[in-house]
């Protein structure tokens, strides 16, 4: 994340993106043609070839694993808190009321929630999900405390940055056209 942050962010903010997809395109572009073939300081290893070698030992080992259950998988990116069940079978979080039918009134239940969308909260039990609560008074939408980005002025649009990843894109395009990676490639061919 810190080198996208001082490598791509630094130079996507004065590229003058419009449109999320400009950025996305960007992005995908990015990582595909400079930081993963890049040799890491530490493995040695472009992180792209790093990856395609992990596939290649884990497949002929039978220990390569997907993701199947996608529910659980997202759950891992939750926040989770604890908190104590009012007298009306509530719990509070930001401001807003979620119902908490058929538990006991001072009760400490574990919630999980995306701060991006609080319309939605989960009580947990031992790690398994149990109970979607229902929002009965909704005041915020998304966590009040999320962490901002600097508020540093926006970088002055630079033609340079612009032709740099119109160039990025276009290389990105055209090699994704002529051959997938090499990573790719072992996924389509259905090993696991």
Excluded at 47 to 52: E, L, S, V
Aim: aromatic share 10%; hydrophobic share 40%; proline share 5%.
């Amino acid at each position: 994340m810190k080198t996208i942050k001082l490598d791509f962010q630094a130079e996507a903010e004065r590229a003058g993106f419009l449109t999320i997809e400009e950025l996305n395109t960007a992005l995908w572009a990015w990582i595909d043609l400079e930081y993963n073939r890049r040799s890491h300081s530490t493995t040695g290893q472009a992180p792209a070839q790093r990856f395609a070698d992990s596939l290649e030992i884990r497949a002929s080992a039978g220990t390569h694993r997907r993701v199947t259950d996608l529910s659980w998988f997202n759950a891992l990116f939750l926040l989770r808190e604890s908190r104590t069940v009012t007298k009306y079978g509530t719990v509070k979080l930001c401001a807003n009321a979620y119902a908490i039918p058929g538990v006991s009134p001072h009760s400490v239940v574990e919630i999980r929630y995306n701060p991006f969308d609080l319309r939605v909260v989960y009580r947990f039990e031992k790690g398994t999900l149990v109970q979607t609560l229902e929002v009965k008074d909704l005041v915020n939408s998304k966590a009040p405390a999320l962490p901002q980005e600097s508020q540093a002025p926006v970088a002055q649009v630079s033609q340079d940055a612009a032709n740099y990843f119109s160039g990025l894109r276009s290389q990105h395009i055209k090699e994704a056209c002529d051959q997938p990676s090499p990573a790719y490639s072992l996924l389509r061919s259905g090993t696991s």
